[in-house]
């Protein structure tokens, strides 16, 4: 059974940072592909960003290149998503999740899903 526990959401002023984790427990992921993927209200889930087992790193997503950075400590089996220069289109339900798929990028390359973490930026 693993588990995966998002923390470092909140509330935060347009051009803030915050850093969320995602520590797994129940199964060592150090071969997974860990990814964020982000839910806004009455939107779809979208991919935000994946690092590999070897820390390759992706974003997917435009509006964050240069603001947001995804990393992972295999000891700690943690992921981390650290954001800066927010705003308020930023907000949403932020999950991490874990794929046996090299940088996946799509909900359903994904088997494990943590509970999520509200991220609100206000303007």
């Known amino acids: 059974q693993v588990q995966l526990v998002e923390s470092g959401g909140g509330l935060v002023q347009a051009g803030g940072s915050l850093r969320l984790s995602c520590a797994a427990s129940?199964?060592?992921?150090?071969?997974?592909?860990m990814g964020w993927f982000r839910q806004a209200p009455g939107k779809e889930r979208e991919f935000v960003a994946a690092?590999?087992?070897?820390?390759?790193?992706?974003n997917n997503l435009d509006s964050v290149k240069g603001r947001f950075v995804i990393s992972r400590d295999n000891v700690k089996n943690t992921a981390y998503l650290q954001m800066n220069s927010l705003k308020p289109e930023d907000t949403a339900v932020y999950y991490c999740?874990?794929?046996?798929?090299?940088?996946?990028?799509?909900?359903?390359?994904?088997?494990?899903w943590g509970q999520g973490t509200q991220v609100t930026v206000s303007s």
């Open positions: 999740a874990a794929s046996p798929y090299n940088l996946a990028t799509m909900v359903r390359q994904y088997d494990y």
């Open positions: 129940g199964r060592i992921l150090s071969r997974y592909t």
């Open positions: 690092v590999s087992w070897s820390s390759t790193r992706t």
